[in-house]
């Protein structure tokens, strides 16, 4: 059973995840006014949250050697203190130069915190434990997309920019306080030395991929740039990949992927998070230009998502020990794939309860498999490869967040093409989305009836020896 303690280190680790989340979609809402503050631009401020996510992709590799180098424990207290300081300086930025330095900072303490957060729950929580525990760290992935149109649009209605930032310091200060009195110093290894190659290689494609992302959700921005820094980035990951795998120290460790459900996790895992992360990109839009509604209405309707997954997380655990993850990876993914395509139906006169009836179960739908991958992840990962696993996966997860709204805006560009009407456009958007999720779909079929049931309990199944547990390796020296 999972007791207060982990169940404490947990919903901490959902805080600073949520915190990091929001803040890497919160500040679309702010960029009219933004943009008068520092007398700029509001294309111009689009940067400050294309760095955010460039930082998070470039760094969160590095997370995994530097855990092993200086401890897991002082690492997480370092990047919550850097991103609520860095989030003090981003409310105090008088200049765009100054505002994006700030979000270079702060999304240095996103890529640490999160991923060393998670590390430091999964080295202290028994197999069996981990659907009950992994439940409680996903949530906030699904939650920030959803209400930050909403708190964003609050906050810059009723006050100013500046508290989109300053939302952060009491949040971070309970999190510093909180995390000194949970967290103990753990065991550290002495790490071989850092894969320089891969740090320049890996991180190079990451960036230039990231980038390509950015310019592609760009509204005046051509396919020509856009097309050519993605064909760099990917020959570059090419690159990294092939010398990540014969390098006997590598940065990431991409031989953990030969563990069957890891690799389902990352990449089925890698679609379904595109296709969710771009929901609460298009529904908004969807809702205001095609149906001419309101904003208050637009994100009161997009609320409902969150009301789906809230709605399943209690059964999450029962139906994962009852069922199994191959039918509900099925069940998550055929789900989301018709919800997202359903949204082509919907139409200014479609009523509304139908309308947020779609949008629940879309939510249900994206809350049960975010949890099911997140969980079958780690089920048969061995303890000394968890560390290069959780760097893997934090990277993959990161990267196809950051590649949704590309996504979701290439989509939307091609039904555009093929029609003149507004509906029309989001209708094959949706459509060709919900293609996607079944591409995860054909992943899990694949995967054995037996796959993670290292981490479920059953009536009548032996419990597991302490020796089970997911632990971090064992260490030469203590921090």
Same mark, same amino acid.
């Given at each position: 059973?999972?007791?207060?303690?982990?169940? &404490?280190?947990?919903?901490?680790?959902?805080?600073?995840?949520?915190?990091?989340?929001?803040?890497?979609?919160?500040? +679309?809402?702010?960029?009219?006014?933004?943009?008068?503050?520092?007398?700029?631009?509001?294309?111009?401020?689009?940067?400050?949250?294309?760095?955010?996510?460039?930082?998070?992709?470039?760094?969160?590799?590095?997370?995994?050697?530097?855990?092993?180098?200086?401890?897991?424990?002082?690492?997480?207290?370092?990047?919550?203190?850097?991103?609520?300081?860095?989030?003090?300086?981003?409310?105090?930025?008088?200049?765009?130069?100054?505002?994006? =330095?700030?979000?270079?900072?702060?999304? +240095?303490?996103?890529?640490?915190?999160?991923?060393?957060?998670?590390?430091?729950?999964?080295?202290?929580?028994?197999?069996?434990?981990?659907?009950?525990?992994?439940?409680?760290?996903?949530?906030?992935?699904?939650?920030?997309?959803?209400?930050?149109?909403?708190? /964003?649009?609050?906050?810059?209605?009723?006050?100013?920019? !500046?508290?989109?930032?300053?939302?952060?310091?009491?949040?971070?200060?309970?999190?510093?306080?909180?995390?000194?009195?949970?967290?103990?110093?753990?065991?550290?290894?002495?790490?071989?030395?850092?894969?320089?190659?891969?740090?320049?290689?890996?991180?190079?494609?990451?960036?230039?991929?990231?980038? %390509? $992302? !950015?310019?592609?959700?760009?509204?005046?921005?051509?396919?020509?740039?856009? %097309?050519?820094?993605?064909?760099?980035?990917?020959?570059?990951?090419?690159?990294?990949?092939? !010398?990540?795998?014969?390098?006997?120290?590598?940065?990431?460790?991409?031989?953990?992927?030969?563990?069957?459900?890891?690799? +389902?996790?990352?990449? /089925?895992?890698?679609?379904?998070?595109?296709?969710?992360?771009?929901?609460?990109?298009?529904?908004?839009?969807?809702?205001?230009? =095609?149906?001419?509604?309101?904003?208050?209405?637009?994100? $009161?309707?997009?609320?409902?998502?969150?009301?789906?997954?809230?709605?399943?997380?209690? =059964?999450?655990?029962?139906?994962?020990?009852?069922?199994?993850?191959?039918?509900?990876?099925?069940?998550?993914?055929?789900?989301?794939?018709?919800?997202?395509? /359903?949204?082509?139906?919907?139409?200014?006169?479609?009523?509304?309860?139908?309308?947020?009836?779609?949008?629940?179960?879309?939510?249900?739908?994206?809350?049960?498999?975010?949890?099911?991958?997140?969980?079958? %992840?780690?089920?048969?990962?061995?303890?000394?490869?968890?560390?290069? $696993?959780?760097?893997?996966?934090?990277?993959?997860?990161?990267?196809?967040?950051?590649?949704?709204?590309?996504? &979701?805006?290439?989509?939307?560009?091609?039904?555009? &093409?093929?029609?003149?009407?507004?509906?029309?456009?989001?209708a094959t958007a949706f459509c060709l989305l919900g293609a996607v999720c079944l591409a995860p779909a054909a992943? +899990?079929?694949?995967l054995r009836g037996d796959a993670g049931d290292a981490v479920r309990t059953r009536p009548g199944r032996p419990?597991?020896?302490?020796?089970?547990?997911?632990?971090?390796?064992?260490?030469?020296?203590?921090?």
């Amino acid at each position: 059973m999972v007791d207060t303690r982990q169940r &404490a280190t947990a919903l901490l680790v959902a805080g600073c995840f949520f915190m990091e989340m929001l803040d890497g979609t919160i500040v +679309a809402t702010a960029a009219p006014q933004m943009a008068a503050s520092l007398a700029t631009t509001p294309t111009s401020v689009g940067l400050v949250i294309t760095v955010y996510l460039l930082t998070l992709a470039v760094l969160i590799p590095l997370s995994g050697w530097l855990t092993a180098r200086y401890g897991a424990r002082r690492i997480f207290l370092s990047a919550i203190a850097l991103f609520t300081l860095a989030s003090v300086g981003c409310a105090l930025s008088g200049s765009l130069g100054m505002l994006v =330095a700030m979000r270079v900072a702060q999304g +240095a303490g996103g890529a640490m915190m999160v991923p060393v957060g998670r590390l430091l729950v999964l080295g202290t929580t028994a197999r069996t434990d981990l659907p009950r525990i992994m439940a409680y760290i996903v949530w906030p992935g699904l939650l920030a997309p959803v209400v930050a149109p909403l708190l /964003g649009g609050v906050l810059t209605t009723y006050a100013t920019w !500046h508290w989109i930032f300053l939302v952060n310091i009491p949040l971070g200060a309970l999190a510093f306080a909180f995390a000194r009195r949970l967290v103990t110093a753990g065991p550290t290894t002495a790490p071989p030395p850092l894969d320089l190659p891969g740090v320049l290689l890996g991180c190079t494609g990451l960036a230039a991929l990231t980038w %390509a $992302a !950015h310019l592609v959700a760009e509204p005046d921005s051509g396919w020509v740039t856009p %097309a050519a820094l993605a064909a760099l980035a990917l020959l570059v990951l090419a690159a990294a990949g092939r !010398h990540l795998l014969r390098t006997a120290h590598p940065l990431v460790n991409l031989r953990t992927l030969d563990v069957v459900t890891f690799r +389902a996790s990352v990449s /089925g895992g890698s679609l379904f998070w595109i296709v969710v992360g771009s929901m609460p990109f298009l529904l908004p839009l969807l809702f205001q230009e =095609a149906f001419g509604w309101s904003a208050v209405k637009s994100g $009161a309707v997009v609320l409902f998502v969150f009301v789906g997954n809230i709605g399943i997380k209690p =059964a999450t655990t029962p139906l994962l020990n009852r069922f199994g993850f191959r039918p509900l990876l099925l069940v998550s993914t055929v789900g989301l794939a018709l919800a997202v395509a /359903g949204c082509a139906l919907l139409g200014a006169t479609t009523p509304l309860p139908a309308t947020a009836a779609l949008v629940m179960l879309g939510g249900a739908a994206r809350s049960l498999g975010l949890t099911c991958y997140s969980t079958i %992840a780690f089920s048969d990962m061995a303890p000394e490869r968890l560390r290069d $696993a959780n760097a893997l996966s934090a990277t993959a997860n990161q990267l196809a967040g950051g590649l949704a709204v590309a996504v &979701a805006t290439v989509a939307l560009r091609l039904g555009g &093409a093929l029609f003149d009407t507004p509906s029309g456009a989001y209708a094959t958007a949706f459509c060709l989305l919900g293609a996607v999720c079944l591409a995860p779909a054909a992943g +899990a079929l694949r995967l054995r009836g037996d796959a993670g049931d290292a981490v479920r309990t059953r009536p009548g199944r032996p419990s597991r020896p302490a020796s089970s547990n997911v632990t971090v390796s064992d260490s030469r020296k203590s921090e």
